[in-house]
C-alpha cells in the first residue's frame, strides 16, 4: 500500500497584519480630532476630580453668547423645555456647563437657573485641570 502525500496546510498571516496596521494608524491620525469640541471655550481652571462621561448633557456657553445643548444651537429662553425632553429620556443623566471663564457669572447663573428648572439630576460646571508647574 502507497502512503498518500500529506498536504501541507500554510496561514497567509500578512494580509491580516496589513489590515490590521492601517487601521491602528487610521486611529492614530482621527484620535486627535475626536476630544475636540466645536464650540471654542476658555474654561476657568480648578482643582478637581472629572465627571463620568456616560449619560452627559453637554451645555457650552460660548463667549459669542451662543448655547449648545450637545449639537443644538439654542436661545436661554429655549433651554428649559429642549432640557426636559432629554432628561425625560435619560433622568440620571448629569448637566454639564461648559462656559468660558470671559462670560459674566450672572449670566452663567441664569443658565444653571434654566438648568435647575428643567430638574436635571445633576449639574456639573466643567473646568480645565489646573496646571501646577505653571504656577497659575
Known amino acids: 500500500m502507497k502512503s498518500q502525500p500529506g498536504f501541507e496546510v500554510k496561514v497567509d498571516v500578512v494580509p491580516i497584519i496589513n489590515v490590521s496596521l492601517v487601521i491602528v494608524l487610521t486611529l492614530m491620525i482621527i484620535s486627535p480630532f475626536l476630544d ?44 428649559q423645555p429642549y432640557l426636559r425632553e432629554l432628561i425625560a429620556l435619560s433622568p440620571h443623566s448629569t448637566a454639564v456647563v461648559k462656559a468660558d471663564r470671559a462670560i ?14 428643567a430638574e436635571a439630576a445633576q449639574i456639573a460646571l466643567a473646568t480645565r485641570q489646573h496646571d501646577q508647574e505653571s504656577g497659575e
Not at 444653571?112 to 428648572?117: G, H, K, V
Open 36 to 79: 475636540s469640541s466645536e464650540h471654542p471655550v476658555d474654561l476657568p481652571q480648578a482643582n478637581a476630580s472629572e465627571a463620568e462621561d456616560s449619560e452627559n448633557i453637554e451645555i457650552t456657553y460660548t463667549l459669542d453668547g451662543e448655547i449648545w445643548v450637545d449639537e443644538q444651537l439654542l436661545q436661554l429662553s429655549e433651554v
Open 104 to 117: 459674566l457669572y450672572g449670566d452663567v447663573e441664569r443658565l444653571i437657573a434654566e438648568i435647575e428648572l
